[in-house]
């Protein structure tokens, strides 16, 4: 029920929770896919940039080769035929001085026919109809541009092929000196150039994009663990202190009523009791003038005490009363305990050890209730070890608090009772009404003290009490 009930507090946060990572899976997801996007944007990019390079190369190719190759070749010849070697290797020369400084790994020149007139691969010269598209393009005057990347599936899909290049094919046009207008097509130019380094480049900063916003998103993961752990733990200690209270405001309320009850009852009770207690006397007295034995009377006025005891811890717990705060010894009230125990203590076998600091200073305290506090400790002590032991009192000092410890060697208190053992009416003796401690802890914390119970590493239990040296009256 309590676990249910803290659940129940800590659900909105959960929600939160919930939404924050849910947020945070979308915010990750969101920017891998602007980072895939951005990558192909860049690559979208550089192709155009390659491709717009390439055409002012094949502008720039157009115009020297006119120049310097058919203009003047055509004057001299009369007709241009590259199968001639001076004019091929005229060809050759205006060609490669244009592009020298420049990243072009192929340059094929077409006829008007799609065949290879010219080209870097002298293989490839004199082949037919291996222009494709971009060639009939290109003859009709259109620019086009394509990719061709080989490598494997996993290369292609990745975005980093073994190879990749761009081809490009123009018109080559004849030039009209200080006119902006192109003339006719005179055949086609084919450049290709290698963006293999380009696009490792590209997929390298994508890579490190990606490892970059993954240990972005990592660390705000584990911000947010922390976090939401953190928050968690406040939040469950919260609601545990809140239903801690709550049990202690209802428990408050229920021992009010059940100290109310009990001091109306024994309150009622003690009057005929001091009156049945009073006739056994008075027939002790009568039985013994008469010479009969007088064992029934002394049984009625022991057990009539005894209950009058009990009554008494009932009255003392329900209606515990204001301390008479005055300057108190507590080694004085400890010394006169012993004392009132010491024939008892010889004969049961005890023996108390005491150890009190040089100077035990006095306190502001009701000597009456402390006495009746020790006495109960002691007593508690002593029936740990029925068959007789040691007791330790010890009294000391330390920065403006005075503490008592008690120390038996029994064989202290089990794990299930020492949850127990402030509650009412609890007790592991056969007789006994289960407040004797509760007393005590009432006496205590009317002093403004604190009292503590605990199992010895060697055995026994402890009782340790803290009061405050000064205390107003």
């Known amino acids: 029920m309590r676990s249910r009930q803290i659940s129940e507090r800590a659900k909105p946060f959960r929600l939160v929770k919930y939404f924050s990572f849910s947020s945070l899976i979308l915010i990750f997801f969101g920017t891998i896919t602007l980072s895939v996007l951005n990558t192909h944007w860049i690559r979208t990019m550089q192709f155009t940039k390659s491709e717009d390079y390439a055409l002012l190369l094949i502008e720039n190719l157009n115009h020297q080769v006119f120049m310097q190759f058919i203009l003047p070749v055509g004057l001299k010849y009369g007709k241009i035929e590259l199968r001639n070697q001076e004019q091929y290797e005229r060809m050759d020369s205006v060609v490669r001085s244009t592009l020298h400084s420049f990243k072009v790994d192929l340059v094929n020149i077409y006829g008007m026919k799609d065949q290879v007139a010219y080209s870097y691969s002298k293989e490839l010269i004199g082949q037919e109809n291996i222009g494709g598209t971009g060639f009939a393009k290109a003859r009709r005057g259109e620019a086009t541009s394509k990719l061709v990347q080989k490598g494997s599936f996993w290369e292609l899909l990745l975005g980093v092929p073994k190879e990749i290049k761009i081809v490009t094919f123009a018109p080559l046009r004849a030039a009209k000196p200080l006119s902006s207008v192109a003339g006719p097509v005179l055949g086609v130019v084919e450049i290709v150039q290698d963006l293999s380094n380009d696009y490792k480049s590209i997929f390298r900063f994508q890579v490190l994009t990606l490892i970059t916003v993954s240990a972005v998103m990592l660390v705000f993961f584990l911000i947010m663990i922390f976090v939401v752990k953190r928050g968690e733990n406040i939040i469950q200690k919260r609601a545990e202190e809140r239903l801690k209270l709550k049990d202690q405001l209802s428990r408050a309320k229920h021992l009010s009523s059940l100290g109310e009850m009990v001091a109306g009852v024994s309150h009622e009770i003690r009057n005929p009791l001091g009156i049945i207690s009073s006739s056994a006397e008075l027939l002790k007295k009568k039985m013994m003038s008469d010479g009969v034995s007088a064992n029934i009377p002394d049984i009625i006025i022991e057990e009539s005490g005894r209950l009058n005891n009990i009554i008494t811890d009932f009255l003392n717990y329900a209606r515990p009363r204001e301390p008479n705060l005055f300057p108190c010894s507590v080694v004085g009230v400890l010394d006169k305990i012993i004392a009132y125990l010491s024939s008892q203590m010889e004969n049961q076998g005890y023996t108390i050890q005491t150890e009190y600091d040089r100077k035990v200073p006095n306190i502001q305290a009701d000597a009456d209730m402390l006495y009746q506090a020790f006495l109960n400790i002691l007593l508690n002590a002593m029936q740990a ?89």
């Open 385 to 473: 070890m029925p068959d007789g032991g040691v007791i330790d009192i010890a009294a000391f000092s330390r920065e403006g608090h005075l503490w008592i410890t008690f120390e038996d060697h029994g064989p202290g208190i089990n794990k299930d009772s020492m949850g127990k053992m402030w509650d009412p009416f609890f007790t592991t003796k056969d007789k006994g009404t289960g407040l004797g401690l509760g007393i005590v802890k009432n006496i205590i914390e009317a002093h403004s003290g604190k009292i503590r119970i605990e199992n010895r590493t060697s055995g026994g239990a402890r009782v340790a009490i803290r009061l405050p040296v000064h205390m107003e009256a």
